[in-house]
């Protein structure tokens, strides 16, 4: 079952803005990752978040992890046309599951 | 990193069919995931395969409507078995370098349509 909550499920913002995804999980986790989805292809990491570390950054990317209220958020600042993606957030579960979340659909537009 | 080739990129198939969609890794890795993506949806794990040893089914998923091969550590076959429209959707393989504790790396996809 999907254990990952995300919102928005789409959100559209002009090109130069920042762009911010919220991820919410259930159970405890070893670390909380992001992939991102062009037009139905492959899913493509992004970066990888520990359960003891609060926030990562990676160019343009900025993650935060807060265990406490299990919740996550993907930061991607000065958004560009090639941002445009699905991004999906990720948890561990059981026996080396992976555990999607629903999903933002991000329109950067020019 | 992994190399992930997966073909067929995509197919139209008739309903009542059958479609084997092939994962080649470009190195030995112990586990390969399967997961189907419906459309507008986020993955679903279909089960995990091991070489040497039946695949591991999830909950709704079943060896009949979906047969797993794992003949070595470098590929593994998905068969959707007499498909219907439901069954549309984007199947990804997936593998992990270290499983739990590093990122995974999937497939292109193959993008399945049931006519």
């Known amino acids: ?110 | 990193s992994a190399v992930i080739s997966q073909k067929p990129s995509r197919d139209i198939c008739q309903r009542g069919t059958s479609l084997t969609i092939q994962c080649q890794v470009d190195s030995q890795v112990t586990m390969m995931f399967w997961y189907r993506q419906q459309p507008g949806q986020s993955l679903t794990l279909i089960a995990t395969a091991n070489q040497g040893s039946e695949a591991t089914y999830e909950s709704g998923f079943v060896i009949d409507k979906f047969p797993i091969s794992r003949p070595n550590l470098t590929f593994s076959t998905l068969t959707v078995s007499n498909m219907s429209p439901e069954d549309s959707s984007i199947y990804l393989c997936s593998v992990e370098r270290e499983p739990m504790n590093t990122e995974a790396f999937f497939g292109q996809g193959t993008r399945l349509t049931v006519v």
């Open chain 1, 1 to 110: 079952s999907q254990q990952g909550e995300e919102d928005p499920q789409a959100l559209s913002i002009q090109e130069g803005e920042n762009a911010t995804m919220n991820c919410s999980y259930k159970t405890s986790i070893n670390n909380l990752q992001w992939y991102r989805q062009n037009s139905g292809r492959g899913l493509v990491h992004l970066i990888l978040i520990r359960s003891n570390e609060r926030e990562k950054h990676s160019g343009r990317l900025r993650v935060t992890l807060d265990t406490s209220k299990k919740s996550s958020s993907l930061l991607i600042t000065a958004s560009r046309a090639a941002d445009t993606a699905s991004y999906f957030c990720a948890t561990v579960q059981g026996a080396q599951k992976l555990v999607f979340g629903q999903g933002t659909r991000l329109t950067i537009n020019p």
